[in-house]
């Protein structure tokens, strides 16, 4: 199928020099690209074909309507073809072309869109430093010396001479939206409803890595606070975000800033829940997000009585959350950064 895209792209470019005027540059867009054309019934095939040959196809289709559509407009601008009449020169009634229009990154729109379902449930949105000291990002959240997180081979550490050198001290690429919890908890003002977004770093990358990513982070302290009310915070989340429909799980996990904790998994939309041949998720499921309950030592270390005030906390990635929206099908979470239109205009 492939050839067949390649051949008709062939077609109309030759087909395209013999237009000579805006009456043939018209009927030769309707032929070719037109809702009912030639271009647009090849393109219906698409549909027929396996899930590996849309992946190599898919782009060649966009690449060629893309280059046919550029051709026209470059053929409609160009003196003397498909704008201009014999013995009139240039035809100033026709339209003009249009400039691109942009619009935000999907990154952003994701960003905008959990901001706005937090609000509705009382969140506000506060923001954190994404260059924290060692002490917020680890030692604060219960996290011991030797915690593999704070390795340098996991996380991004700074030199800066002009900041103390001491181990509690040392400056980091926040590797998650957590460094805001304790910083929230010394403002004393409670009780505390905070969504943290922000950048986040990691050495790591591969289909469900970046080195640079998104995370939200959530907060609750007050009275009486309990892990039935995170769980009801989850599945609000998951419902308004992915659909009501949209099946999730929660997994006993261990966090050091978080007692119980749990880890949280969605139905893997790229494969549909199946696993088969999904190269993202594991066995169907896909992991977004980790919280529990804060531990007493976090909030101690913001100046809360743990006997007074109980807390719960998680975080969830930006990215993976988007990426499992209904229907979208990306199995790479870096395709969101190669700055690759043809991806891009989609959104």
Not at 115 to 133: C, K, N, Y
Request: net charge neutral.
């Amino acid at each position: 199928m492939q050839h067949q895209f390649e051949q008709l792209k062939k077609e109309a470019l030759v087909a395209l020099t013999s237009a000579r005027d805006a009456d043939a540059l018209r009927a030769w867009e309707i032929l070719y690209l037109g809702r009912k054309g030639k271009l647009a019934q090849l393109m219906e095939k698409l549909g027929t074909l396996s899930v590996e040959e849309k992946k190599k196809v898919g782009p060649i289709a966009n690449a060629v309507k893309q280059e046919l559509t550029q051709a026209i407009e470059v053929k409609r601008t160009s003196p003397g073809d498909g704008r201009s009449s014999p013995g009139d020169g240039f035809d100033t009634t026709l339209p003009g072309v249009r400039p691109p229009q942009g619009h935000l990154h999907p990154v952003t729109q994701a960003i905008q869109e959990i901001e706005d379902i937090f609000s509705r449930i009382g969140f506000h949105r506060a923001r954190h430093p994404e260059v924290d000291t060692d002490w917020y990002a680890f030692e604060s959240l219960n996290m011991p010396a030797d915690h593999p997180a704070r390795d340098e081979w996991e996380t991004y550490f700074i030199e800066s001479p002009n900041h103390r050198n001491t181990e509690s001290q040392k400056l980091v690429l926040t590797p998650h939206t957590s460094n805001g919890q304790v910083r929230e908890l010394e403002k004393g003002k409670l009780p505390i409803r905070m969504v943290n977004i922000s950048k986040c770093y990691r050495r790591q990358s591969d289909v469900s890595h970046v080195p640079m990513f998104h995370q939200f982070e959530g907060v609750y302290v007050d009275e009486h606070v309990t892990f039935q009310h995170l769980k009801g915070v989850f599945e609000y989340f998951i419902h308004e975000f992915f659909g009501p429909k949209r099946t999730y799980r929660l997994r006993p996990f261990h966090f050091r800033f978080t007692e119980p904790s749990v880890e949280v998994d969605v139905q893997c939309d790229v494969c549909n829940g199946t696993g088969k041949n999904c190269r993202l998720c594991k066995n169907g499921w896909l992991e977004l997000a980790g919280g529990g309950m804060m531990h007493p030592n976090v909030l101690k270390a913001g100046g809360v009585d743990p006997k007074k005030y109980t807390a719960f906390a998680f975080g969830f990635g930006v990215e993976r959350s988007y990426m499992m929206k209904s229907g979208l099908k990306v199995d790479d979470i870096r395709i969101l950064y190669k700055n690759d239109l043809r991806f891009l205009e989609q959104f």
